[in-house]
């Protein structure tokens, strides 16, 4: 089994940061891809940023240039830097990661952390 902890949410004004991280743990012999999604009431879950087992980085149009995306390999952690927060960013943030276990590689889910920007 593959647990996924989530921290870091919370309630900030616009133009402020906060900084989420998803620890993965259990029987984990491998994590390739990692990244966060988001859903906002309402709305479907989307994609905010990814990185690759090589790190290479992939994010959504809407934070690019505001938001960061890096992984510690040693601690299975992947983190989400987030500057300049809008009022739009408000939203569920959950963390995914593609990780090796007892079988193929198959994709976790943390349990969500609320991101709260006020205006």
């Known amino acids: 089994q593959v647990q996924l902890v989530e921290s870091g949410g919370g309630l900030v004004q616009a133009g402020g940061s906060l900084r989420l991280s998803c620890a993965a743990s259990?029987?984990?012999?491998?994590?390739?891809?990692m990244g966060w999604y988001r859903q906002a009431p309402g709305k479907q879950r989307e994609l905010v940023a990814t990185?690759?087992?090589?790190?290479?980085?992939n994010y959504a149009d809407s934070v690019k240039g505001r938001f960061s995306v890096s992984r510690d390999n040693a601690k299975n952690t992947v983190y989400l830097q987030m500057n300049k927060l809008k009022p739009e960013d408000t939203a569920v943030y959950f963390c995914?990661?593609?990780?090796?276990?007892?079988?193929?590689?198959?994709?976790?889910w943390g349990q969500g952390t609320q991101v709260t920007v006020s205006s």
């Open positions: 995914n990661i593609e990780a090796i276990s007892w079988g193929p590689p198959r994709g976790y």
């Open positions: 259990g029987n984990i012999f491998g994590v390739n891809a």
């Open positions: 990185i690759s087992s090589g790190g290479n980085t």
